[in-house]
């Protein structure tokens, strides 16, 4: 199996941030049981992936099943006894404060990309007539949304422990950049559609995740939980050989 890191990305206070905006809920009253089953789910994907899971993922797990725990017990109320502190402020406090730390550092980056241009739109005149704020980057919590999406479309199959050569990781990775010399962009659910089983759904995920990581292609939304259209990073994408390039663009 091919392994990714999922360090390079985002952590589990990124997931629960994204559970909270997906299932438009107010993050000072979090439905503890609902998120921690989707949260879950997250997880199990990601297992499903062997992608290498951070042991902070597992230690908020935890958090929010013990947070579950003592929220589906029965709460005996006395007139004595002060009323205990709800069980998820803890988890909201650190879910407030890390999101106001997460706006201000995404202000600065956003400040920095634009002086130093570290990160172009491709140049093609088609995305030259946009403004710039149609698209915004995806998080890899959208990609594994979408991956999700794309497994219950496919029927059922037994999924194995290793991909079959016929679908490697590398070669989805040749395909992939190839598609995008062709055309200045595609869309993640076209690119599972054209797949002919869920490995090869796989293998096109983790393609993509590995060329996240390489910084040779952006993942963009126009909207929220929106489909994912993927662009070639020009600036940062090796150079293909010119034969290569001949025979892509016929």
């Known amino acids: 199996m091919y392994k990714i890191k999922l360090d390079i990305f985002e952590g589990p206070l990124d997931l629960l941030l ?3 905006k997906k299932e438009h809920v107010n993050i000072c009253d ?7 089953e989707q949260y879950l789910k997250y997880l199990e994907l990601m297992k499903l992936l062997d992608l290498n899971i951070a042991g902070d993922f597992l230690v908020m797990a935890a958090t929010l099943i013990n947070i579950k725990s003592k ?8 007139e004595e006894e002060p009323e205990e502190e709800d069980p998820r402020s803890e988890l909201v406090q650190r879910l407030l404060e890390y999101q106001k730390f ?3 550092a995404n202000e600065l980056r956003d400040k920095e990309e634009n002086r130093q241009k570290v990160f172009v739109r491709p140049r093609d005149k088609q995305l030259q007539d946009q403004p710039p704020e149609v698209y915004f980057e995806a998080s890899v919590f959208d990609l594994i949304s979408a991956f999700s999406k794309a497994l219950k479309q496919v029927p059922k ?3 194995y422990q290793v991909i079959k050569d016929e679908f490697t990781v590398e070669e989805k990775i040749h395909q992939l950049l190839h598609m995008l010399v062709k ?3 595609v869309g993640l659910f076209e690119l599972f559609n054209s797949a002919k089983s869920k490995l090869e759904i796989v293998a096109y995920f983790l393609a993509v995740l590995e060329l996240i990581r390489l910084k040779e292609i952006v993942v963009m939304q126009e909207q929220t939980f929106d489909n994912i259209v993927l662009f070639l990073n020009r600036d940062n994408v090796a150079p293909i050989a010119k034969d290569e390039r001949e025979s892509a663009q016929q």
């Open 71 to 78: 929220m589906l017990l029965p709460q005996e109320k006395s």
């Open 30 to 36: 979090i439905p503890i049981v609902n998120i921690t």
């Open 183 to 185: 055309k200045p962009q």
């Open 18 to 20: 994204y559970l909270v």
């Open 157 to 159: 199959e037994v999924f």
């Open 102 to 104: 997460k706006e201000v």
